[in-house]
């Protein structure tokens, strides 16, 4: 299989004074607080990172994890809650989690696993440089909007009118629809907007796309949207609807098409980052990280199941392709 490589922003760290390695050297257990809105199979990859790193649970390092349960605006109480509790670092991933932990304080360091447009929101004005105590890795999500499109157009050439799940909940959606409504125009696609922040609103989107009957959907990256995989991914392939997602997670539950960052080299590199600020980095001296590799999942049997021929270039290009 292919990999693309894209080259992400990276840069080296200046750092102050040694406390981490100093605490380290004393043999405190450090804590990390990880808080974010649902668990996420990358933190396995962040813990076994900061293991090879010399971090071993119970020894040097614990973790206490805050989870909203899908529940955003619990995420204050959460991030409040860790911060209370004097963690080290707080890994967090997702805007709305971000969003709280940077709220809640302006001297732990916090580290992005990976969030959408940290510029765009406003958790930081550079990217060299962030400053205060954010650092951590973000994506191109101008981009990645327009490209799933195009790859949902290259597999059903004759799209007109693409439907697109919105939260209004989440602060990140704005720049998903903003970007998606970019990448739409460069394919000659329109798009349909469906609000969809609970199950019931869910139901309802579902009996609306039944009567609407659009050619295909896209579905940005969001914490209840993903929870929902497997009953998004079987309505799509119920009503023939060629589907584009952002998570890997949808093509395990019956999506078409995923083209997403390697979330697990992001989270790798998360570990690195609460490796040097443990040992004294400054977290604003960090650069914020881009993406170096993106995947393109494709489910064949759900290709069969619409009725769409992949075009072989594409499953050429492919990284996995599920049978």
Not at 106 to 124: A, E, F, N, Y
Not at 172 to 189: C, D, I, T, W
Not at 217 to 238: C, K, M, N, Y
Not at 286 to 296: A, K, M, N, T
Request: with cysteine; glycine share 8%; aromatic share 8%.
């Amino acid at each position: 299989m292919k990999r693309r490589e894209f080259i992400g922003l990276v840069g080296g760290a200046a750092a102050w004074p040694l406390t981490g390695s100093a605490q380290q050297a004393r043999g405190k257990i450090v804590t990390i607080g990880i808080l974010a809105i649902e668990p996420w199979s990358p933190i396995d990859t962040f813990r076994r990172a900061l293991h090879d790193l010399g971090y071993i649970e119970g020894k040097n390092i614990r973790f206490e994890y805050r989870y909203a349960k899908g529940d955003n605006e619990r995420l204050p109480e959460l991030a409040n809650n860790l911060v209370g509790l004097n963690v080290d670092v707080i890994l967090t991933w997702g805007t709305d989690a971000v969003l709280a932990a940077k709220q809640a304080t302006t001297t732990i360091p916090i580290v992005m696993g990976v969030i959408g447009d940290p510029l765009g929101i406003g958790i930081v004005t550079n990217l060299a440089h962030p400053d205060g105590n954010v650092t951590g890795c973000s994506l191109d999500s101008a981009e990645l909007e327009a490209k799933r499109l195009q790859l949902l157009k290259v597999v059903v050439p004759d799209l007109s009118r693409i439907a697109i799940l919105f939260n209004p909940t989440n602060r990140y959606m704005p720049l998903a629809l903003q970007s998606a409504r970019k990448g739409a125009q460069v394919v000659h696609v329109s798009l349909a907007v469906y609000e969809v922040y609970d199950t019931t609103t869910l139901d309802a989107a579902f009996v609306t796309l039944t009567t609407d009957r659009p050619d295909a959907f896209l579905v940005p990256a969001d914490a209840f949207l993903v929870s929902q995989r497997s009953r998004i991914a079987q309505f799509a392939i119920e009503n023939k609807l060629p589907s584009v997602y952002t998570f890997r997670e949808y093509i395990e539950a019956g999506g078409l098409l995923a083209y997403t960052p390697n979330y697990n080299d992001l989270f790798r590199r998360a570990a690195s980052y609460v490796d040097k600020i443990l040992k004294g980095a400054k977290p604003g001296d960090l650069p914020i990280e881009q993406p170096r590799g993106f995947y393109l999942s494709i489910n064949l049997k759900t290709a069969r199941a619409l009725g769409l021929t992949v075009p072989r270039r594409l499953l050429a290009g492919a990284d996995e392709v599920i049978e």
